[in-house]
């Protein structure tokens, strides 16, 4: 029940067993009953009304002490401002007398006590409710700017997992390419070295725009290009109106990379990998396929995966799709959009 209405139900309530007791104690006139609720409703409101709006009339106080004797004295204050209400208010009608300020008599000592011994109590517990309702929001903060942390940590560590592992492929590549075909191994440092600048200068929020991500990608894709030569092909395409859009930081390369692991390494002829990005109903719609053997009936847990997967339950909760289709093989993945 809302808490205005209790208040006027309870104020009907004690104007009533004033009303009912003045009736049958000395004022026999049914409008004595009518009267008194009136009083009643019209004192118990303002009453609250002060205790509702108590923070402007105590929010520079710091003692306790000080802030009881503020409201002894605007709850002392509404009592004497009610009596007079109801004096105006009786002398409209047909039998009451004509108003004079100040003229209610031990009327005032009995509103006063009234509301002292009411109010008094409902200060204290509507303040009582109020440090613990901020206790308990301020703890909420904590734990989300807690939570936060904890997510921003776990997703620097996510990436800084991913780079070691391709920096670890990508050095034997070189290595391999040096006696050999050394103007290739010079490509890929020069890619190397451009995909530093891509990543390491980025900050820690865990997003980077789409077109970002995608040059990202593009580079280390170029990387495994000088790699496996012709055997390799691979698209990448997004809605242009898409390239501004946030996405998760080093999203894209894991899956990417198991797709070159899985479609180009064990052809023996060639293979290819297509990135597609564009918008669904839901969001981002990521479409990575490759040209290799179709998903097991359970995939393993896999490194790059892992870290996907992990990564996408920190930022997003269950609020994404991820799925592995075969016939024709790709991986399906739906992230909110983000502006």
């Not at 009582?128 to 904590?142: E, F, H």
Request: aromatic share 10%.
């Amino acid at each position: 029940m809302h808490p205005a209405i209790k208040t006027v139900l309870i104020c009907v309530l004690i104007g009533l067993a004033f009303g009912v007791f003045f009736f049958f104690a000395y004022d026999h006139r049914p409008v004595r009953i009518a009267i008194n609720v009136i009083s009643t409703v019209t004192i118990g409101s303002m009453m609250m009304g002060v205790i509702h709006f108590r923070f402007y009339l105590t929010r520079r106080l710091r003692q306790d002490s000080a802030r009881i004797l503020v409201m002894i004295a605007a709850l002392t204050a509404t009592a004497v401002a009610g009596t007079e209400l109801i004096l105006v208010l009786q002398s409209f009608l047909p039998s009451g007398e004509r108003y004079r300020p100040f003229s209610g008599g031990s009327i005032y000592f009995l509103n006063v006590l009234i509301v002292l011994v009411t109010g008094i109590p409902i200060y204290v517990s509507e303040e009582s409710k109020s440090r613990l309702a901020m206790r308990i929001a301020d703890q909420q903060y904590r734990l989300l700017q807690l939570e936060q942390q904890q997510t921003a940590a776990e997703l620097q560590l996510l990436r800084a997992k991913i780079n070691p592992h391709f920096l670890y492929n990508v050095h034997n590549t070189i290595a391999g390419l040096i006696s050999g075909d050394p103007s290739k191994a010079e490509q890929l440092v020069l890619l190397l070295s451009g995909f530093f600048r891509l990543t390491l200068g980025k900050d820690s929020s865990g997003f980077h725009s789409v077109r970002d991500e995608l040059e990202i990608a593009d580079t280390w894709l170029r990387m495994q290009h000088i790699r496996f030569g012709d055997r390799m092909k691979y698209t990448i395409d997004a809605d242009p109106e898409l390239l501004d859009l946030p996405m998760p930081s080093f999203l894209l390369q894991p899956l990417i990379e198991n797709a070159v692991k899985h479609g180009v390494e064990p052809a023996t002829d060639s293979g290819w990998v297509e990135i597609r990005i564009v918008s669904g109903q839901s969001g981002l719609v990521v479409r990575i396929a490759d040209s290799g053997a179709a998903f097991p009936e359970y995939p393993g847990s896999g490194h790059g995966l892992n870290m996907v997967l992990t990564k996408l339950k920190l930022l997003y909760g269950d609020n994404y799709t991820f799925e592995l289709n075969n016939n024709p093989k790709y991986v399906h993945l739906v992230i909110p959009a983000r502006h």
